[in-house]
């Protein structure tokens, strides 16, 4: 497998995660965001948004990371990324979703580059991703409730630990808070993981 990626991309840190998770081994292929190499033909033909990450597997190229990461489920079971429980799952679902839909989309580099075309100032741009990372941590806290733990929803990380992980590195960029509920301690929790550590965006060779 070939994952498409970049080190500080925190969608790629969800499937760098998962494929640890999963004890899948990957070639990476870095595009540096910053220099604007997602945009480059040869990338967009891997994938046509022009974003990472994209994981290239048996002749197939996979886009999204959380559809991605459903792929690695599906096709490599253990250990699972969701719950049995069709209840749990959809808990498992929702804190995955309000940072990968609600929260990341809003933040990322492209609409934040917009802000800053549109002549927002420096500082209201970072405030704007602050606060949206905050509340986003906020309803996080909040849908995690107290559990018990030692992840966001029980005894194993799930697909929300794989993408609540990665979004508080975005939230110290942005110095959002990130003092909610159980979030610091399920964060000790995971990245005491040597899958978690691993991923992390100054674990890559890419790192600046
Ligand atoms: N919903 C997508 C988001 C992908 C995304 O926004 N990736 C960012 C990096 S985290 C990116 O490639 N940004 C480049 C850009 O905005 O130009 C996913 O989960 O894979």
Redesign the pocket.
Known sequence: MILH??F????????RIALNLKGLTYTDAF?H?RK?E??APAYLAVNP?????ALEVNGDIL??????CEYLDETCPEPPLLPADPVARAHVRAVALVI??DV??VQ????L?RLRGLGVGKEDVVGWARTVIEDGLEACARLIGDDGGPYCLGERPTLADICLVPQLVNARRFGARTDYGRIGAIEAACLALPAFAAAAPQAQSDAE
Do not use: F, M
């Open positions: 990626g970049y500080r991309s925190t969608a790629t840190y969800r499937v595009h965001l604007g997602q945009r948004q022009g974003l990472v990450p886009t999204q990371s959380i559809a991605i990968a839909c990341h989309p990322n580099l492209k609409i580059d």
